[in-house]
């Protein structure tokens, strides 16, 4: 099984980058490529994302005047995001724009102003945490998961890499993959984790967390990892980030943040929502290990819970 053990072949990553591309909401996918496009299309992507309702009505005129540039830029656009054209992406804007208004009668979308009170701030987060986590799951590439989940479930050992809020998804992820008997690591100090991958080998993995994709730290690691023979696997916001070019294998998330968020919350539950998703299918591979190692542990820290007695029972009152 060379693309589960030994990384994606090129067919596959195309396959995948194709998927992704054709499939799930335009506006999530604007966001997820938003970095690597040129200058004019960022503008361009800025009036979309500004507005996609407005803009699902304008013609390619009128988007263009509002970008500062060309018809031919939007064009140019439209073909990054992978749509074959303007009229496409005006289709794919309505559709998208109608799905949400289905969804969420009462919209509470938009940045978090400064003035704005708590009752507002209450509704922005809960519907900015709800949306990147069912964004997520809807533009998750499924195939690519069951290939990740495929090697982590056969390998040796899982050595998980990540700094600031995404250290917090490494460590989580760690956390549930040795409550189920899997030998896994989490490290967030630079010269830890370019130690750690100094010492990874074939059939072992390592996970690479990294809402940009860019953190110099996560990327070395993974590719110091690559270059000792282990998988790497990357856990990103931007499929075509730096992170991306050292990984076997790439998982997305969909996650926007706001000026008081930036990089810190719907990013990390967007993540936490994937790493569940990983748990639960190694467990599936494992299950019958995966069952004992969770009663084990559950009655290793029984004792410490208030209300339980020391066989792990609740006490009766």
Known sequence: MP?????????????SSQAQDSDGSPLVR?????????????????????????????????????????????????????????????????????????????VHGGDIAYDDDLASIVGKIG????????????????????RVVDVLAQAGRVDVYGVAASAFVAADLQQKLHRIGRVSFAWSDTHIMLTSAAVLREGDVAVGISHSGATTDTVEALRAAKEHGATTIALTNFPRSPIAEVADHVLTTAARETTFRSGATASRIAQLMVVDCLFIGVAQQHMDDAVQALDATRDAVGSHRLGTRPDGRRRTR
């Open 3 to 15: 693309d589960a053990v030994g990384g994606r072949s090129e067919s596959a990553a195309a396959a």
């Open 30 to 106: 604007i966001r997820s490529l938003l970095p690597g496009l040129a200058k004019a299309e960022q503008r361009v992507a800025k009036v979309v994302l500004d507005d996609p309702t407005t803009v699902s009505r304008r013609s390619i005129t009128e988007v263009a005047l509002a970008a500062n540039t060309s018809e031919t830029t939007v064009t140019r656009f439209c073909k990054a995001i992978g749509v074959g054209g303007y009229p496409q992406l005006r289709i794919a804007l309505a559709a998208d724009t109608a799905r949400s208004a289905a969804r969420t009668p009462q």
């Open 127 to 146: 519907f900015t945490d709800a949306r990147a986590v069912e964004e997520t799951a809807e533009q998750l590439d499924v195939a690519e998961l069951q």
